[in-house]
């Protein structure tokens, strides 16, 4: 998800709609928040302070986000057969197997049926060929499965029999819980807005604790999937709240800062995950691991956090507020000027009092050729960027070879791939040929770029042989890599394309369309069963054809920034390479170029 805080840094509501954050608009006048900023420090001391503990909370935050990758394991299984042992001390192992079980070659490797088993009750076994097996009934797992427990020693998967007829339920699992992510950030984004961002964060990691100890204790499927949802749910409360209470106590330059804390923290959280689970192989064990840290998080964080001054000053509580702005100051050892907390004779949104508001809709975003053109370019982009990261990071665990080491590698290169989208696209590179490179790197190209790394990578899978298991897991994370630096590309390029009128609106309903391709992916990787590297020739296949739609958009690096919807219909590829005015430099811009992941 993502939070885009607009002009003046104030939370209404984060819906699936508007992972920005958006301002109240009210009628009373208001201390001037970042002029008091300027004087006491927009990111001293303190802000940084606050900004690595609540940065902490997005380890527990990604462990819930990605445990089913471990909750879910699917280890090596097959039927169960009575007698399996004796047939396998028989014959050998190989030759036990290959008559118990059909299977299939390919590239001269043999792989056994996890889901069937031959009928042998009415065949002489000792007379039997294990290299002919031609003829012999197939009959599915009607006695339960075995499963290979010698790195995952319990699952959800394995508690359930997830597998075979009844895998669909693990994917579901997954989506449900997405879907628990989105409805959450509707809630407790209003409830923030409401009762206030410290009130609501410290609900969300209550909630998210009980919640999570008891999913511990949830050996029904349908309980565990419940909860799981509500996890989901809080998820989003507490990422959501815990930027908000960061971005709004900081100066909108230093913003962008605060998300590069929060997603690194993501990726950090994902690698702690899997040495976790390494140790912790038991999946009630592991889910209790992931949720006591709350506790933690709880007892101390209440006494050290406080409430964000912007919501206080929104809520007429102007005492409270400048209470806090004192805190800030002595530890950032700034001194206050005289008036400093006097009024000012306009509202927090810019606006003075009376001035008429405009009201528009997503119905904007399709009503024109061009500014519908770019909306939907931008929403498949959004799709994409969802389902390949989701479906990459979840299936890491059953790539060939160390499941904690490939879940490991697989988060350790989101925070390179962070890094190197943030560098790439504010960057100008002036010593290139402007026909080799548009003389800039910029949003578009970046995007672009980190679209073909997820792309080619994923569907080069496809001419991998099966044997070379090893090259399939490096194309996997280079894949990974690729599509954790679309989002960390994508966020800002979209709060620049979407004109101010409805940048909002557009920004969430990307958002939405992430939250879909994440909702989407656990299913289109069960068709791993029909044919191997077809999950991985449909990512990179969207990720190519998203990468080819993103050359039809404008570069907005450089460029003024369109206010309007005609403006935007406006803005075009060849009205962007004209415009040589630079990136605006006041709060706005400064606040439209923060972006983090939910």
């Known amino acids: 998800m993502i939070l885009t805080p607009c002009k003046g840094g104030l939370v209404r509501k984060a819906t699936p709609l508007a992972l920005s954050l958006c301002l109240y608009s009210t009628d009373v006048k208001m201390v001037d928040n970042d002029e008091v900023l300027r004087h006491i420090g927009g990111f001293g001391t303190y802000q940084r302070r606050l900004c690595l503990l609540l940065s902490l909370t997005a380890i527990p935050y990604a462990g819930h986000m990605l445990a089913m990758a471990f909750l879910g394991a699917k280890p090596p299984h097959h039927c169960t057969v009575e007698g399996l042992e004796n047939i396998t001390v028989r014959f050998g192992e190989d030759d036990g197997l290959r008559l118990v079980f059909p299977g299939t070659t390919e590239n001269g490797v043999w792989t056994m049926s996890s889901c069937k088993r031959y009928d042998l009750t009415s065949v002489p076994v000792d007379d039997m060929d294990p290299w002919n097996t031609t003829g012999l009934p197939e009959v599915p797992c009607d006695h339960g499965w075995w499963y290979d427990t010698s790195r995952f020693k319990t699952s959800v998967t394995m508690e359930h029999d997830l597998v075979c007829g009844r895998k669909w339920m693990g994917s579901l699992a997954q989506s449900i819980f997405m879907v628990g992510v989105l409805l959450g950030a509707v809630i407790f984004g209003d409830l923030s807005d409401r009762f206030g961002r410290k009130k609501i964060y410290f609900l969300s990691l209550f909630i998210m604790l009980v919640f999570g100890v008891s999913t511990a204790f949830a050996h029904n499927y349908w309980l565990f999937v419940f909860l799981r949802m509500i996890i989901g749910a809080t998820n989003s409360g507490v990422f959501l709240t815990a930027f908000v209470l960061a971005s709004e106590l900081v100066s909108p330059d230093h913003r962008t800062?605060?998300?590069?804390?929060?997603?690194?923290?993501?990726?950090?959280?994902?690698?702690?995950?899997?040495?976790?689970?390494?140790?912790?192989?038991?999946?009630?064990?592991?889910?209790?691991?992931?949720?006591?840290?709350?506790?933690?998080?709880?007892?101390?964080?209440?006494?050290?956090?406080?409430?964000?001054?912007?919501?206080?000053?929104?809520?007429?509580?102007?005492?409270?507020?400048?209470?806090?702005?004192?805190?800030?100051?002595?530890?950032?050892?700034?001194?206050?000027?005289?008036?400093?907390?006097?009024?000012?004779?306009?509202?927090?949104?810019?606006?003075?009092?009376?001035?008429?508001?405009?009201?528009?809709?997503?119905?904007?975003?399709?009503?024109?050729?061009?500014?519908?053109?770019?909306?939907?370019?931008?929403?498949?982009?959004?799709?994409?960027?969802?389902?390949?990261?989701?479906?990459?990071?979840?299936?890491?665990?059953?790539?060939?070879?160390?499941?904690?080491?490939?879940?490991?590698?697989?988060?350790?290169?989101?925070?390179?791939?962070?890094?190197?989208?943030?560098?790439?696209?504010?960057?100008?590179?002036?010593?290139?040929?402007?026909?080799?490179?548009?003389?800039?790197?910029?949003?578009?190209?970046?995007?672009?770029?980190?679209?073909?790394?997820?792309?080619?990578?994923?569907?080069?899978?496809?001419?991998?042989?099966?044997?070379?298991?090893?090259?399939?897991?490096?194309?996997?994370?280079?894949?990974?890599?690729?599509?954790?630096?679309?989002?960390?590309?994508?966020?800002?390029?979209?709060?620049?394309?979407?004109?101010?009128?409805?940048?909002?609106?557009?920004?969430?309903?990307?958002?939405?369309?992430?939250?879909?391709?994440?909702?989407?992916?656990?299913?289109?990787?069960?068709?791993?069963?029909?044919?191997?590297?077809?999950?991985?020739?449909?990512?990179?296949?969207?990720?190519?054809?998203a990468a080819g739609l993103v050359l039809l958009l404008p570069e907005t690096l450089g460029t003024k920034l369109p206010q309007s919807l005609q403006e935007s219909e406006n803005f075009t590829r060849k009205t962007a390479q004209a415009s040589n005015s630079e990136a605006p430099k006041d709060d706005e811009a400064a606040d439209l170029t923060a972006e983090t992941k939910v």
């Not at 979840?394 to 390179?416: D, H, K, M, Q």
């Not at 578009?444 to 997820?454: D, E, I, N």
């Not at 989407?520 to 999950?535: E, I, K, N, R, T």
């Open 257 to 545: 800062l605060i998300s590069m804390f929060l997603v690194i923290f993501f990726g950090v959280g994902g690698m702690i995950l899997s040495l976790v689970a390494y140790l912790i192989r038991y999946w009630e064990w592991l889910q209790l691991a992931i949720s006591l840290p709350n506790v933690l998080f709880i007892m101390v964080y209440w006494w050290v956090i406080n409430e964000s001054p912007r919501w206080l000053l929104a809520n007429n509580q102007k005492d409270k507020a400048v209470e806090i702005f004192r805190k800030v100051a002595d530890a950032n050892k700034k001194d206050i000027p005289e008036g400093l907390f006097e009024e000012e004779g306009k509202t927090d949104g810019g606006k003075t009092d009376g001035e008429p508001k405009s009201r528009h809709n997503l119905i904007d975003l399709v009503r024109t050729p061009n500014v519908r053109r770019k909306s939907l370019i931008m929403f498949y982009a959004w799709f994409v960027a969802g389902f390949v990261f989701y479906g990459l990071a979840l299936n890491a665990t059953n790539l060939a070879g160390n499941p904690y080491l490939n879940f490991f590698v697989s988060c350790a290169v989101e925070i390179p791939a962070y890094i190197l989208a943030k560098i790439c696209m504010d960057r100008s590179v002036y010593t290139l040929p402007e026909c080799l490179f548009l003389h800039r790197i910029g949003r578009r190209w970046s995007l672009l770029a980190f679209l073909l790394v997820a792309g080619l990578s994923t569907f080069c899978i496809m001419f991998i042989p099966v044997a070379y298991s090893k090259a399939i897991t490096v194309l996997a994370v280079i894949g990974k890599f690729g599509a954790a630096g679309c989002f960390g590309t994508i966020y800002v390029f979209a709060t620049e394309i979407f004109p101010t009128v409805v940048r909002n609106v557009g920004v969430g309903a990307s958002s939405m369309c992430a939250r879909i391709g994440a909702i989407v992916a656990p299913f289109v990787f069960l068709l791993h069963d029909v044919w191997s590297p077809l999950p991985y020739i449909t990512s990179g296949t969207l990720a190519l054809v």
